[in-house]
């Protein structure tokens, strides 16, 4: 074998490897963008459902994409005044419906009640007296959902699945679909 033989056949093989790394990363970064990712949820707005300390959750990625959410899903949003930063919500109101909600929990009851606008959601942290939502930034644009959280992976002892949570009883909100 030549010395021209053997750097082809040591050029060949190294293409044919780089071709497989760059393969690898490709699927990596469609599934991660397109398909599902996971993400580090922490902070007091979502207490008690994910913890002060974080917790490490799966996304659907397509449901958002194909308009799959409502009411009671836990989300991923863009920060509509920080679009550096993420923020997990729950959605509490799609386009068209009827939102009536306590302004400042800590200090009145005092209500608003606000029609979501199309192509908008209504979000809100679980945790009321804690949570920085659409009561203070308003309506959110559907582009700005990232995913919506389906499952909680850790620690292990949160391992499982978020449902919605039911739309009852809790004094923050009141939806009426029009």
Known sequence: MSLFQRWAYIVKEALDKSFSVAKFFCAIHVTNTYLF????VQGP????TFNLNGEIVLLDRISTRYGKVGPGDVIIVRSPENPRNVVTK????????SIT???DPTHSDRTETIVVPKGHVWVEGDNIYNTYDSRNFGPVPYGLLQGKVFWKIWPT?????IGRRPQIGNPAFKVVEQ
């Open 37 to 40: 990712s996971t993400a580090m």
């Open 45 to 48: 707005s979502m207490l008690p």
């Open 90 to 97: 729950r959605i509490i109101g799609m386009e068209g419906d």
């Open 101 to 103: 909600y306590i302004v």
């Open 157 to 161: 002892s949160a391992f499982g699945s």
